[in-house]
């Protein structure tokens, strides 16, 4: 192939739909980055119950974004509906597109059957980004061994797995997934997430966004460090932005006191409010147990903040003592030593400096790029 603009099929196991819209919105931002040098075809199908008719065929058009979902309502055999409809799908593309040069899966587990599948069948090679912490936490090891068998043999016939994280990267070869493997993060829309000045003198703002799963992201280690650090000072206030509920943990927070005084439930936010709330934060705090790498981080470091992290997962990989702290997972005692010193300290970080390391390292242009040099290494062979 002589062009250096193909047509890239994105297929993922989580994509942004009516029912999900932040599910998978990593994968749409990759897809748009590459979109800035090839055509990108985004295809998803997904069940939904409330369909008054047995399918709905959702399709948009963003420059050369082209991004089509298959909604279908089945009570019976919907494995079999999600397969029949994908090859529909897929034969829709063909007549419309022509044959897309590569195929771009996302997430191994489940798409990687249908990412194989069409690629037997069309002679279509593929490559897979991972993203999923499953490889992190265990829960890959548990499948049974002819889930993983199958699954080892797709990611073995890719061209590349494209891990975010090297930390994933090792993770994924623990596992038994033997591939050939270049590693390519997340990427942020570094014209919303900029950075601003704020006011040192008044509230300070700590943020929080997560999903408000415990297990993952120990939000009830994060509240309790807050009582305590509420009793030193009271300068400040955590908003937690979260894309799920947690009954639980609204209730823990009562029960400590915090509720509307140091800590406030924002709920569910857009990119660009997302994009507001940081730029009038002090610092983001995260305490998971497990990540690869958040992109509330890379968009924070993109809004000039400094980060608080436990050390877990690829995190470190871009998070030096330039642009915040890391401390160990499950650590309360460092997390309130540390969230108390940046509060005093957040405005010695460079702001600037941060925003810069956001675009030369995760920029929609920087991340396209890469992805369409992949696409020309293995087309071009």
Not at 29 to 43: D, G, N, T
Not at 96 to 116: E, M, T
Not at 350 to 362: G, P, T
Request: proline letters at 3%.
């Amino acid at each position: 192939m002589k062009s250096d603009k193909y047509t890239i099929l994105f297929l993922s196991s989580w994509y942004p739909t009516r029912l999900f819209p932040f599910s998978g919105d990593f994968v749409k931002r990759h897809a748009k980055a590459v979109s800035l040098y090839s055509k990108v075809i985004c295809f998803h199908v997904i069940k939904d119950e409330n369909l008054t008719v047995k399918e709905d065929k959702l399709e948009t058009i963003d420059e050369n974004l082209h991004e089509i979902i298959y909604y279908f309502k089945s009570k019976w055999f919907s494995k079999i509906i999600y397969l029949v409809i994908y090859f529909k799908g897929l034969k829709y593309i063909l007549k419309k597109f022509g044959k897309p040069d590569l195929i771009h899966g996302n997430v191994l587990y489940p798409i990687g059957i249908i990412v194989f599948l069409f690629s037997v069948i069309f002679k279509i090679p593929y490559v897979i980004t991972e993203h999923w912490t499953g490889f992190l936490n265990s829960t890959y090891e548990k499948f049974p061994m002819l889930k993983k068998t199958i699954f080892n043999y797709i990611a073995k016939k890719a061209k590349l797995i494209l891990p975010v994280t090297a930390n994933l990267k090792e993770a994924m070869i623990e596992a038994g997934i033997k591939a050939d493997y270049k590693v390519i993060p997340n990427v942020v829309e570094t014209s919303i997430f900029r950075y601003e000045d704020i006011n040192s003198q008044g509230e300070k703002i700590i943020l929080h966004i997560s999903n408000l799963r415990d297990d993952h992201k120990n939000i009830s280690g994060l509240l309790k460090v807050i009582s305590k650090l509420s009793i030193k000072r009271q300068d400040f206030v955590l908003n937690i932005i979260h894309s799920e509920e947690n009954e639980l943990l609204k209730e823990l927070s009562d029960s400590l006191n915090l509720t509307g005084t140091f800590v406030k439930f924002c709920g569910r936010k857009d990119y660009n409010e997302v994009a507001e709330y940081m730029s009038q934060s002090a610092f983001l705090v995260l305490f998971s147990n497990y990540e690869n790498l958040p992109c509330v981080i890379v968009e924070a470091l993109a809004s000039g903040l400094p980060v608080l992290s436990t050390d877990v997962g690829g995190i470190r990989e871009h998070l030096d003592n330039k642009k915040g702290i890391l401390i160990e997972k499950g650590d309360e005692e460092a997390l309130l030593i540390k969230m108390n010193y940046m509060l005093d300290h957040f405005q010695e970080y460079d702001k600037k400096m941060l925003h810069d390391y956001a675009v030369s390292n995760f920029s929609y242009e920087k991340i396209g790029f890469d992805f369409n040099t992949i696409y020309r290494d293995i087309l071009n062979v």
